[in-house]
């Protein structure tokens, strides 16, 4: 079954639109909530009056920040840790009088129904004081008064960095040093489905149904935000609409958890629009980055140099682990004896940077592979040549947390399959000299990613297998279905260990808490390979038990070694008992019944990187400043694929993302209050299917010895070198490097100003 | 936690009208079905035309009996066997042609809601061809024509029989023999709410949320009755309104499954009214019992006879599985040298018999404890001392099926208890030569009850426990909560063994037989003896997991006993982890995390025997024909009680159903077409509270060696000897034996008549 394009399991569902998303499942009565936003951007709540609020018919409950526990709690879908040291950053109250950014939540309100609630909020009055408001992180990071949290007077929520050989000697030893600035824009997720939660009180406990990645982490962090003992939280998930890492936080949960306990365990409904989602969830973190690299007399890397400069927004969420991941892919991949990171992240007055699919590489990839293009271009070089020969091939693994290593290395012949669909060499020959208004260009990128989070983070999964009476299986597990098919593939891992077909495979959708096997959830790239690893030790275990079970009701199998094969037991190669009639016997034999179940809980200590590359030909419209893709391929190697057309599908979603990261995606602040001035899906300009070319997928397959079935990542990595393969041929067209994405008309055209062709 | 009172885990939920049951939990614009019934008692479907009812605007699906699969499947609540000779009588179809009692079903309309499916019923024209009804079973047991299923001539479902001794010559040599017919009525069991459910599918697969007390079982006819695999069914039961029993059947469930399957997986509600549960559902079987006994000049029985005959009505159900359990009851308990007993089980053309409380014994206590009253009467000696004189003092077992034993026996402090109460010595001598319209007596009858069903039928249970982070677990059962309590003894146990508290113990009350650990469900008195043994076993595979990995984290605790109390890590005497750090640790440890669960399905082979008496005072108006009850009591040994104020609840539930047995309910049938003429709330006279006089539980608590708590069957057995006990009260109060309950007024009149007192 691994290996074959099964269709996916939810496809009847959510084609015929019978799959139940968090909306569809809301309780008759259902109360609703609104949260109200400060309308500054840094400053206090002096005085709040609620009392208008409060007497309007319909309204059931209203509470400030004056109301809510006043402990702080963390949000990052984070395994938590024992360890101090490893615990995420607590800087969030549920509701603040002390404003971090343009619409931070300083109040809430329960009512009947959306429009009594959103007049509701209307009739609160609201009094503050001001402070100014800093939304870059280059100034932000010397300080302000007062600081953004706690007594950090320079507004760094973190710093990390290392150094490798001798960068300055490196680079004074270099032929050549070349420096940049590279600039990544805060963008959205996007996902379809907004978050929305809903919560009810049942047998004393608070139960909380809700559009998320992680729902034993969303329990979690309830438990903290409240002050709860967690066991006294269940969490439900459902179908979601995308997530993108967003729903990597703990958004409004805990609120929606705290409002039921307000209105005596009443349901309440808290979701919110798409303006909030852009304004008030979480976003992908802007980050600076100074490069600097010196190179041989042939072309190769010696000296590596990286300062980057994360912009957290009010709140640190995921904080500094994404760009400390940025940090630790400078020293992969690339061979160079001599290397220094830095990186810092710093606290803005602006929306709450987030975990988005990639995690910080889409950022520092764009930064990295524009300046790789840039080195190759000083030393005049073909940028594919200087990529090769600076690469590793085959094993290397990081200096610092061995077990993340590149334990198969297809990158050299995803390079190949790339140049070749792109039409490399011809193409860079033939656009080398171009003038007119309209110019194409071809250009390329790559990247590494590493598949889980170990060792920087717990890896553990569970699941649980139950043998039904007619021989099919029931799986449960933590992990969840985020529209990525892993609901697909897990069944397919099962079917591959037991040896049987997917009709024989039915899995639990639903995550709950209360009964579902513990896993971290949808994050990272990791579920195909960290919750694969535990679904395959779990199917082991039943196919063992079924075994077991047979040999007991087959006494006369003695010296036979048997198996399980299509639904049979096999003794060598006779046919012995069915599937179906051994689990039949299992459930209701006098003498000897017991329902075959295996359960595991496994923490997996091992990681894989994965790798791939973007080439993109372009066509450049001077004077509109306008971009026409007209080829782009991503080739990766993922490992072993376990579904080729749902692993294709996963990478037209991520190069989209990718193209929209490069071309049209970011969300505009304003100067002077943080507030976001396109946080809608008219102005803000995602993808649509007219801005998308053709796009295509091609793969290096390679088993991965550490992935269970072979598999290596690839959730998120196809995200990842779109932006800067065009960037890349928009330079290769027109000579003119641009250093911050998205490349807009209007930055286009400046670029362009600037460099004189128009 | 054992023996305590705490207080129900779901009385919160249910006092504030919170719990969710079935009805609560219908999903949108869900569907509404309607069932056409058979207005004749015996016959056929000439023709049935659905025409108009098809175009009505509304009408979504009409199906009748030609359009469902036409092979038979059985609906009792037992478990499955492997073995044909053990498997139910398979003799019904989800609609039928052959009508075989007034109201049986025959066809079926699916509509937007009730009303227009009410009108569509009335718009479907039926034909029919007409038999001669028969609903006696001693008349039916010679045969009709045709017969009422298969190929049975002579109607009898079932006959079983047993010899011990020589009967015939234990009557010869007998001073005394007595001989009495005795007959029990037709009940219902009136649970509060009535049967429903609702299906839709999902992923290719039929979920169906029904008010049940058997969701594994339920899931497993279902996929009988559709003829389609097993492991495509999933069944989940909400909080339910009572069952009794009656839901211990497998109902409308499977067309209810068919019906969703005939309008594209759409959800489709059906419900059915009063009435129909009375005529549609399940029935306490009517039971007529020929009996005779020879006692020696000591008053000591040596030779008994039963013959007995069991209506079943239209279709099979529960069968003769009930006759079976009567006769088997006749040779326990009393000591005697001959017995013979049989047993046959009748179709007749009446609705169908099925599972009640008590299975056959209220039936056959009836008759056996009036007729105990009758010989001790014939022999001119008290009725409780001839009881004393043949009752078994401590150990007995069945002759045939040895696992079924009194491992301990307290029925003869039981009795003591009760005379005491009653003021039996005292009462018997005042009111023995009473004159006048209003006369008092004093009345007992007493019974034994096997808790589970071993070894007539398998014995099987599942548990599974994950631990909290916070040091509270999770507890599964596939073991049912139907009002009697089993959610909080349940946890009970699980606290007690792992020496916590019930705050830390959250019991998962919704099962679902796709995550539910494989229990077949709440039935006989089984689960707190079947389903708790596995729960004991899982709670110590957990407990005994937990210092398994305390000793990973205290590595210097070498040869020190571990041990688990009060929610700490004990060596020795010193408290040294608490159970929640250890739980946290072993989700996040970086070095050693495996989440602890536990999960059991372990088959019971064992059972046990309790015992108990009613002891009654009634004050019985001649001339009006009505009885008063002035005092009543039931004495149990249930072995250790779980949760000694649950326990005295559920006596007085049985008790209250036991003395509407005795006085007042009945399901009258029109003689000609066997149509119920009291098949409602209004008519059918169940006790109310202003019927209910004060009632008294009391107790004999003996540690029974079986039960996993000490524990013996509670559950069924207080319904059970109240109505001989006040049958035999009216004897003393007047002379004159009622063979035949319930002693209405009615009934009451024409005895007196006949004994002259009137």
New interface residues.
């Given amino acids: 079954m691994i290996g074959k394009s099964v269709p996916r ?2 496809a ?2 959510k084609v015929t639109g ?1 799959a139940k998303f968090t909306e ?1 499942l809301l ?2 009565r259902c109360l609703v909530a609104k949260v109200l936003h400060a309308t500054i951007g840094n400053g206090i709540v002096k005085s709040i009056d609620t009392s208008e609020a409060e007497i309007m018919e319909g309204v059931v409950k209203v509470v400030t920040f004056h109301d809510v526990p006043d402990h702080c709690y963390p949000t990052p879908g984070h ?5 101090l040291a ?1 615990q995420d950053v607590a800087d969030r109250n549920l509701l603040t009088g002390r404003v971090r950014y343009y619409g931070d939540d300083i109040a809430a309100v329960v009512a009947e129904d959306e429009i009594i609630a959103s007049r509701a909020l209307k009739k609160i009055k609201v009094e503050y004081e001001e402070y100014p408001v800093e939304i870059h992180p280059r100034k932000s990071m010397y300080g302000s008064k007062p600081p953004i949290h706690f007594d950090k007077k320079d507004n760094v929520l973190a710093r990390s960095n290392y150094f490798i050989g001798d960068v300055d000697k490196g680079m004074e030893e270099a032929e050549t040093v070349v420096k940049g600035t590279y600039k990544t824009p805060i963008v959205q997720h996007c996902h379809i489905e907004n978050p929305i939660s809903y919560a009810y ?5 608070i139960v909380v149904v809700t559009s998320t990645q992680i729902p034993h982490i969303v329990r ?1 962090v309830i ?1 903290q935000a409240l002050g709860i ?4 939280v269940r969490v439900i998930k459902p179908y979601i609409g995308g997530g993108f890492g967003n729903k990597q936080d703990v958004l409004y949960e805990p609120l929606n958890a705290f409002l039921t306990t307000q209105v005596g ?1 009443r349901p309440v409904k808290l979701d919110i629009s798409r303006e909030e989602t852009f304004c008030n969830t979480r976003t992908r973190h802007a980050i600076e980055f100074d490069l600097a690299a010196g190179v041989d007399k042939e072309g190769k890397l010696i000296a590596k140099d990286m300062h980057s400069y994360s912009n957290q927004g009010a709140y640190a969420s995921h904080g500094h682990a994404i760009a400390a991941n940025g940090l630790t892919s400078w020293r992969l991949q690339y061979a160079c004896p001599n290397i220094r990171g830095e990186a810092y992240t710093i606290y803005t007055n602006t929306p709450v940077g987030g975990a988005m699919r990639g995690y910080g590489i889409p950022q520092v990839c764009f930064a990295i592979e524009c300046f790789m293009d840039d080195v190759a271009e000083a030393i005049h070089m073909d940028p594919l040549e200087f990529r090769r020969k600076n690469l590793i091939e085959g094993y290397y693994e990081d200096r610092y947390l061995k077990p993340i290593a590149a334990n198969t290395n297809g990158i050299f012949e995803c390079l190949k399959k790339g140049a070749e669909y792109i039409h490399w060499d011809e193409k860079r020959k033939k656009y080398a000299k171009q003038t007119g208004a309209v110019r194409r260009g071809v250009g390329m990128a790559l990247f590494s990613y590493k598949t889980g989070v170990w ?1 920087i983070s ?1 890896e ?1 999964a ?1 699941a ?1 297998l ?1 043998l ?7 799986l ?1 597990l933590g992990a969840t279905e985020i529209g990525q098919g892993a609901d697909t593939v897990f069944s397919q891992m099962v079917a591959e260990t037991l040896h049987t077909d997917m009709a ?1 495979v ?1 899995i ?2 639903v995550q709950d808490t ?2 579902s ?2 896993d971290t959830g949808a994050y990272a790239s990791r579920q195909s390979f960290v919750t694969g690893t535990a679904v395959k030790h779990c199917a082991e275990i039943l196919r063992d038990k079924i075994l077991a079970y047979a040999k007991t009701l087959l006494p006369e199998i003695d010296t036979r070694e048997l198996s399980l094969r299509d639904n049979w037991i096999w003794a060598d190669e006779e046919q012995v008992i069915s599937l179906a009639a051994l689990a ?2 299992s ?4 003498t ?6 295996a ?1 595991v ?3 997996v200590k091992k990681n894989t990187i994965a790798t791939g590359c973007c080439f993109a030909e372009v066509e450049v419209d001077i004077k509109l400043g306008k971009i026409k893709i007209l080829h782009i391929i991503n080739v990766h190697d993922s490992g072993k694929l376990l579904n080729p057309q749902l692993a294709e599908m996963q990478v037209h979603g991520g190069m989209s993302m990718g193209m929209g990261y490069g071309i049209s995606e970011q969300l505009i602040l304003d100067e002077k209050t943080g507030r976001p001035l396109n946080g809608n899906l008219l102005d803000y300009k995602l993808m649509t299917m007219l801005d998308t070319p053709d796009i295509k997928a091609g793969f290096v397959e390679m088993d991965d010895p550490m992935g269970p079935y072979g598999n290596k990542a690839l959730g998120e990595p196809p995200a990842i070198p779109s932006a800067p393969a065009i960037r890349n041929a928009v330079l290769h067209a027109t000579g003119v490097a641009f250093n911050e994405n998205p490349l807009t008309p209007q930055r286009l055209i400046d670029g362009f100003k600037k460099a004189g062709l128009i």
């Fill in positions: 399991v939810d009847y569902e019978r569809d309780p008759k395994p938590w840790s024992v360890e490893h009180m049942e047998k004393g406990r979690r438990g003992p967690w066991g006294n365990g060792p717990l553990i569970g649980r139950s039904n009476q007619d021989g099919s299986v029931q449960q024989h039915h639990q959708t209360d009964v096997p513990f039949e016997e459930y209701y034999s006098l000897n019944s017991s329902v075959l179940t359960e809980s496994e923490q």
